[in-house]
C-alpha cells in the first residue's frame, strides 16, 4: 500500500467486479445501437478503458476533459472545459462515464452541454457516488458504489494530480491533505 494512504477501501479485484456488471448493465441497454461512449478526463480515464473493454456492444470513443478542482480539494462550483469534444453528440445515444459524481455540478454541466447539443440520449455511469455532498440535484444512472465523504485516490482519483495510477482505491491520510 501507498505511503500516504490509510487503508485501502476497493482491491484491484472488488474494483473488476463491478465494472463487469456495469458493462453487462450497459450491453443490456444498447445491444442495438452503436453508443458514444465519453470519457470525463482525467479522473475517468482507468474506469473509462476497463468499462468499454469489459462491454459486448460496440462503442464509439470519445474524451473531454473538466476540471472543478484544480489543485484545490474543495470544488470550485464552476467546472471548466478544458477540452472538447471531437465527435458530434447529435442523434447519438451517449454514455457519459465519471469517475466520482460529488458536488454534481460537473455532471450537471455536461447534461446540459450535452442534450443542449442535441444528443438522443444521455445515460451516466459513475464508478463512485458521495450523495451527501450533493449541491446540485443530478444522479448517475448507474453507480457502482456509493461512499461516505472520505478523501478516496487511486484508480483515476487524485489529489493534487497524485495517485490516480494506484491500481486500488484508498483512503489518503488526513496529514496529506491539511498540510
Ligand atoms: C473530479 C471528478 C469529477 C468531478 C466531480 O474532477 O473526476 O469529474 O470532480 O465533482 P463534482 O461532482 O463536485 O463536480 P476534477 O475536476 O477534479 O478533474 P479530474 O477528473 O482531472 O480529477
Redo the contacts with the bound molecule.
Keep these: 500500500m501507498h505511503e500516504d494512504l490509510e487503508r485501502i477501501v476497493l482491491t484491484k479485484e472488488q474494483i473488476a467486479e463491478k465494472v463487469q456488471k456495469a458493462a453487462a448493465w450497459l450491453d443490456e441497454r444498447f445491444a442495438r445501437t452503436t453508443p458514444l461512449a465519453i470519457s ?5 480515464v482507468f474506469f473509462f478503458c476497463d468499462l468499454v473493454r469489459a462491454m459486448k456492444t460496440s462503442v464509439q470513443l470519445d474524451f473531454m ?6 489543485s484545490d480539494a474543495v ?1 470550485s462550483g464552476m ?1 471548466k472545459i478544458v477540452m472538447d469534444l471531437a465527435a458530434s453528440v447529435k442523434g447519438r445515444d451517449v454514455i457519459l462515464v ?10 450537471m454541466r455536461m447534461k446540459d452541454l450535452i442534450l443542449g447539443r442535441g444528443a438522443k440520449s444521455f445515460t451516466i455511469v459513475s464508478l463512485f457516488d458521495k450523495p451527501s ?1 450533493r ?1 446540485v440535484p443530478v444522479q448517475a444512472d448507474y453507480t457502482c458504489f456509493e461512499i461516505e465523504n472520505e478523501f478516496i485516490v487511486g484508480y ?3 489529489y493534487a494530480q497524485k495517485y490516480r495510477d494506484l491500481p486500488y482505491v484508498g483512503i489518503l491520510k488526513r496529514s496529506i491533505y491539511e498540510k
Design positions: 470525463v478526463l482525467k479522473g475517468s476533459t473538466m476540471s472543478s478542482y484544480g470544488s467546472p465519471e469517475d466520482i459524481v460529488d458536488t454534481g455540478h460537473t455532471l455532498r449541491e483515476g482519483l487524485d
